[in-house]
């Protein structure tokens, strides 16, 4: 048996699933998305300035909250996007289903039937740290 097939395998089945589709399906939206662009473009140029103001001996505070301000306003803008939500959406479904998987297999490397292993249910309890994951509390 090869493991490497088997998980190429594995890979292949993945990017069949209705979840991956959809993500791929809304990742290829967002790079065809002039405003989402536009709105990216923004977002990193105002993140340069930020820094660029930060990085002087003495930064003007006044200017750093105008950045912080407009960066909020665009980032706003950016993530109430149609496009965005929908990327956001189908990367948490996709998340999920490969979070899923490595628990399957943790359980599986750890011991545990392969046949008959189930991965004990995530109850979010408000602090992400626990699983890494974005979270909208």
């Known amino acids: 048996m090869d493991v490497i097939k088997l998980t190429r395998d594995l890979g292949a089945a993945i990017q069949q699933d209705p979840r991956y589709l959809r993500f791929a399906a809304a990742r290829e939206a967002n790079e065809k998305d002039p405003e989402l662009l536009d709105l990216m473009g923004q977002i990193q140029l105002l993140q340069m300035n930020y820094q660029r103001e930060a990085a002087k001996e003495e930064p003007d505070a006044a200017a750093m909250e105008a950045f912080e301000k407009q960066f909020n306003d665009v980032y706003g803008a950016f993530m109430a996007n149609a496009h965005m939500q929908e990327y956001e959406a189908a990367r948490r479904d996709i998340d999920e289903l490969m979070n899923y998987v490595m628990q399957l297999l943790g359980l599986c490397v750890n011991g545990a039937d392969p046949a008959t292993c ?17 979270c909208n509390h």
Request: hydrophobic fraction near 0%; include cysteine.
């Open 118 to 134: 189930e991965p004990e249910p995530h109850e979010c309890g408000g602090d992400c740290s626990c699983c890494h994951e974005d």
